[in-house]
């Protein structure tokens, strides 16, 4: 024991330390479901490199690894631009272009998607993959209109017909793209802390155009909900009842807790 004012030492202990036999397991055998969403355009923001550029996947992948280590099980995807408004400091881009061509039909390019999706894959993280966001905070979907020569960012409610065509092309098209990868029995299209209503309707457009897709929401809970989404993460301080619980590991469901920065305990955030 050492005085700090003058590092004198004042006392000492003997102690005696017993090691047990014991192996924490490699994240591939760990049952516990960790998912913390990444953000891979701080990365390059950090590391001053052109997003999904050569110097931005490479600067990548140590963040991935030292993720996986820590026993990630999602790989977090966004498929149109910023799902969370402002809430962020970096801007998430999407990882899959889509265009309106000027005959009205659409395109979508998923380099970025499969690139990105790969890495994680090789670093270790999966098997899950969450798409983020039929239904984002600011109900915006942004795409390259070829025949105004620019970007588009088409504001429509979950109920709009806008909505319902725009997403059965994407679904459609990209369901076939995931089937075509081997990633379709894995892949979530994905929510964050949006209503029942919205929910409900993004959950019918979703399965009309692609009858099994999985989807997943970190959010409230809703009993309307349970039978339906693959991965349902609630607030923490809420609850499954055990017969729900039960019938969702049956069924090979994932069913988690998240906190965030409103909770006061227990809580990540730095600035709580």
């Known amino acids: ?16 330390l017993k090691v047990l036999s014991r192996t924490l397991p ?5 049952a516990f479901h960790v998912d913390f969403w990444q953000q891979p355009y701080a990365v390059a923001r950090q590391h001053g490199v052109a997003r999904w550029s050569e110097a931005h996947f490479e600067a990548l992948k140590p963040y991935l690894r030292l993720l996986a280590r820590s026993g990630q099980k999602v790989i977090s995807t966004i498929l149109f631009y910023e799902p969370w408004g402002d809430q962020s400091y970096d801007k998430f881009d999407p990882m899959v272009r889509t265009v309106k061509r000027k005959n009205g039909s659409w395109a979508y390019d998923y380099a970025v998607f499969d ?10 993280i999966g098997p899950q993959i969450n798409c983020f966001s039929m239904v984002p905070w600011d109900m915006k979907f942004r795409y390259f ?16 017909q806008e909505y319902r065509d725009l997403w059965t092309a994407f679904l459609t098209d990209f369901a076939a793209h995931l089937k075509q ?13 949006r209503g029942l209503d919205a929910m409900l309707d993004a959950y019918r457009v979703a399965q009309q ?7 997943a929401l970190a959010g409230n809970y809703h009993a309307e909900l349970v039978d339906k989404l693959h991965d349902y993460c609630i607030a923490f301080g809420q609850d499954f009842s055990a017969e729900e619980l039960a019938a969702r590991q049956k069924q090979g469901r994932v069913s988690t807790t998240y906190t965030c920065c409103s909770n006061t305990h227990p809580n990540l955030f730095s600035n709580s």
Not at 26 to 30: A, D, H, L, N
Not at 115 to 124: A, E, F, N
Not at 209 to 215: F, I, N
Request: aromatic share 4%.
């Open 181 to 193: 990868k081997g990633w379709f029995d894995r892949t979530c299209i994905a929510m964050d802390e």
């Open 1 to 16: 024991l050492v005085d700090s004012a003058t590092s004198r030492v004042v006392g000492r202990l003997n102690l005696s």
């Open 115 to 124: 690139r990105y999706v790969q890495l994680c894959l090789d670093c270790g």
């Open 209 to 215: 155009a692609v009858p099994g897709l999985k989807m």
């Open 26 to 30: 490699t994240p591939q055998e760990q």
């Open 145 to 160: 209109d070829e025949a105004q020569g620019q970007q588009i960012d088409l504001s429509a409610t979950t109920s709009s």
